[in-house]
């Protein structure tokens, strides 16, 4: 069983940064590939990010390459997104996922999802 808690939304400006943390409870979440996704009012939830357990090998969506940065310190148990350059089309409900598998960007593939945060970019 896998617990997971997102911070560090918030509003920003467009052109700002915001890093997001998502902290896991488990003693073998280092092993769990992690994901990072966003649903906007009125849209579907898609993919933003995602990293595999040990090593973390990434997976951007087009949208926030170059922009976003996944991240994951095993000792910590927690995971981070840092959002740069935002837009106001960045702005959603940021969800961090777990997946026993090689996570990826297919959202059905994450078992454990967080509760989500905020984060608003204003133009």
């Known amino acids: 069983q896998v617990q997971l808690v997102e911070s560090g939304g918030g509003l920003v400006q467009a052109g700002g940064s915001v890093r997001l943390s998502c902290a896991a409870s488990?003693?073998?979440?280092?092993?769990?590939?992690v994901g990072w996704f966003r649903q906007a009012p009125g849209k579907e939830r898609e993919f933003v990010a995602s990293c595999t357990g040990s090593g973390c090998t990434t997976m951007y969506a087009d949208f926030v390459r170059g922009r976003f940065t996944i991240s994951r310190d095993n000792a910590k148990n927690t995971v981070y997104l840092q959002m740069n350059s935002l837009k106001p089309e960045d702005t959603a409900v940021y969800y961090c996922?777990?997946?026993?598998?090689?996570?990826?960007?297919?959202?059905?593939?994450?078992?454990?999802w967080g509760q989500g945060t905020q984060v608003t970019v204003s133009s």
């Open positions: 996922a777990a997946a026993r598998s090689l996570g990826g960007i297919n959202s059905d593939e994450y078992k454990y």
């Open positions: 488990g003693r073998t979440f280092s092993t769990y590939a």
